[in-house]
């Protein structure tokens, strides 16, 4: 968790209880708040579901609100850690865990106030460079159409986005 996110009460027992009744999964996935700088709730982000839903929205992105998640430590090393680029190393972690057919466990409880500011790599050209090459490489090693199709999603928005910008 970042310093600008705010935890929400009673999160560790939250988590701890989560953990216990989901049979220590490698994996626990939680939903969070959306706030901008003033503290005001901009949306949330609800946890996929299950794992089919979780697969369905990694093709074309990052599903999990990196700070709303608890990752056991085997797991975590068993999958080389963060290793991705600058940015999006959670992205990368979650296409590798699922590779890998980690345990994931998803819950609808909001554990944190997660802050949406200008100053994040979310939305930025080197953000969506990362998802897109991130999103090409599955496509390749799984041969997955799925995962090109999320590919080509990406690319083609972070076209569009660079069109507007010099457009500007």
Wanted: glycine share 6%; net charge positive; aromatic share 14%.
């Amino acid at each position: 968790m970042d310093a600008y996110d705010i935890s929400l009460h009673d999160i560790l027992n939250i988590i701890k209880n989560f953990i216990i009744d989901n049979n220590y999964p490698d994996v626990g996935v939680f939903s969070a708040n959306l706030i901008n700088d003033n503290n005001e709730l901009i949306g949330i982000v609800n946890s996929p579901a299950d794992i089919d839903q979780f697969r369905k929205k990694l093709c074309f992105g990052n599903p999990i609100v990196h700070p709303a998640s608890c990752i056991r430590k085997k797991a975590l090393l068993n999958n080389r850690g963060y290793i991705g680029g600058l940015n999006c190393e959670d992205f990368d972690l979650w296409l590798r865990m699922d590779r890998s057919n980690c345990n994931f466990s998803f819950s609808n409880q909001v554990v944190l106030n997660y802050r949406i500011s200008e100053h994040q790599c979310a939305g930025s050209r080197i953000g969506y460079s990362d998802v897109t090459g991130f999103l090409l490489r599955e496509s390749l090693y799984r041969r997955s159409f799925k995962f090109f199709i999320g590919f080509t999603y990406m690319f083609l928005v972070f076209i569009y986005l660079n069109i507007k910008k010099s457009m500007k």
